[in-house]
Structure formats: C-alpha cells, structure tokens
C-alpha cells in the first residue's frame, strides 16, 4: 500500500507526527549558524588575547580541526548507540551549555 492509497487516519496521523519532530529538527540545522555567528564575534578577543593577528590562522585552523574531528565521531556514537538517542542528547546539552556559557564573566577576568 502506497502513501497515496493509505485512508485519510493513517495520512493524518502520519502528517501530525511530521510535524511534531519538524520544529527540532529545523532548530538544529540552524545551530551551526548560530555557532559560527558567536565564533565570528569572539574571534577578535580571542586574537588579541593571543598576542595579535600573526595567531589568527592557528585559531581558524584549530576551530576547523575540531569541527571536522567531531563529525565522524558523532557518526560512530550515532552507529553505536542510535542516531535518535544521540540526537536527543546532543539536544539537551544544548541549554545547559547556554546556561553555564551566560553568567560567565570577561574573558580579561
């Protein structure tokens, strides 16, 4: 049977479970924006902090490293324990991290 040929429950029930995952997952495609939008604005201090702009290359390049290094890991924890179970964990991380990451005070301090 068909999606086409399946009776107007089974469409509605599967539309509403669609759109009950949709709002998660469109939040965390937009998370890697979010992330670099935070990255762009530190990077100046971060620079400056390391004694000017001859380090900006070595930040870039170890900001880059560890994005590439995380992808095939997830891949294998997502292979070992289950893409959704990791999922969700890498979701709920999120707000605790926000929430450590706020109250902290300059980075000259």
């Given amino acids: 049977m068909t999606t086409t040929d399946a009776p107007p429950d089974d469409q509605r029930e599967a539309r509403r ?3 009950a995952i949709l ?4 939040s965390r495609c937009c998370s890697p924006s979010f992330d670099n939008v935070v990255v762009g604005t530190a990077m100046p201090r ?4 390391l004694g000017g702009l001859a380090h900006l290359s070595w930040v870039v390049t170890a900001y880059v490293l560890a994005a590439t290094v995380s992808t095939p890991l997830y891949g294998k924890l997502g292979d070992l324990y289950g893409r959704k179970k990791l999922f969700v964990f890498a979701n709920r991380g999120v ?3 926000l929430v450590l990451s706020g109250p902290r005070r300059a980075c000259s301090s």
């Avoid at 709002?23 to 469109?26: E, Q, T």
């Avoid at 971060?46 to 902090?49: A, L, P, S």
């Fill in 17 to 19: 479970g669609m759109l």
């Fill in 23 to 26: 709002p998660g997952l469109i």
């Fill in 46 to 49: 971060i620079v400056g902090e």
């Fill in 95 to 97: 707000p605790g991290r």
